[in-house]
């Protein structure tokens, strides 16, 4: 008798999949990885997104299913997945919904570190990679609990996109990130997650950092100039957006990335 498995997803929504799925689709860069990578099941990843890139062997072994908007839903149907996996931030509710008409769908809503391990244990439960997911949790956990303690916050602007600038919000989980490495946001208190602003804006609140992702939008050492010209006596840093931004496997690497970056904010 195959043995079906429940789980409750992060928009409120069950899940069930029959007996261990076998054919599963990501739609969430750091899920992909987390599956391939994490879990060991590079094997049963069948599609992917355009912006799955790790692990490297990705780029030419799997469907590729366009951008985490733009899912092309027949190409994903005819490849018969069991499981999609996929993100509230990422993909559109109009072909989440779609997916869901022919095919179980694990949705995602990670907005801190606390949110992450709930989503990786429940992805454990329905691909039977409990173990994995437990001992990865506690390794990351682990990694976290060693940074040195922060005796003051340096204040940041954390920008992700360009015309306009495009600046990370509270509510999310690269602010979550922001306060781990030991940053305080100065755009903590808008109101949206990913507030557009202005270089005067980020002027008048006067952070000590500006970081300056490498993606989504890929901020260069032109842009870094840039800023530096026109805010003297602010540091301005080039960060590893995976590092704040992918959640899974990542984020075992992140506290040693922080320490990096901490130092130069010493």
Known sequence: ???????????????????????????????????????????QVVGVTDYCIHPASLLKNKVRLGGPKTIDVKKLQALAPQLVIASKEENTREQVLEMATFVPVYVADVK?????????LAIGRLLRQEHQSQQLIAQIKSAFAALPKVEKRHS???LVWKEPFIAVGADTFVHDMLLSAGFSN???????????????????????YVLLSSEPYPFSDEHKNWFEERLPGVEIVLVDGEMFSWYGVRMAKAPAYFEEIWELAR
């Open 112 to 120: 801190s570190k606390a949110d992450a391990f709930e989503a990786m």
């Open 156 to 158: 940041a602007a954390y």
């Open 1 to 43: 008798m195959i043995k079906q498995k429940v789980v409750i997803d992060q928009l409120g929504r069950k899940v069930e999949v029959d007996g261990d799925p076998q054919r599963l689709v990501s739609l969430v860069p750091s899920i992909t990885e987390l599956l391939a990578v994490g879990f060991g099941m590079e094997e």
């Open 186 to 208: 100065v755009f903590a208190s808008h109101h949206t997650q990913y507030p557009a602003t202005s270089f005067n804006e980020i002027a008048a609140l006067r952070p000590q």
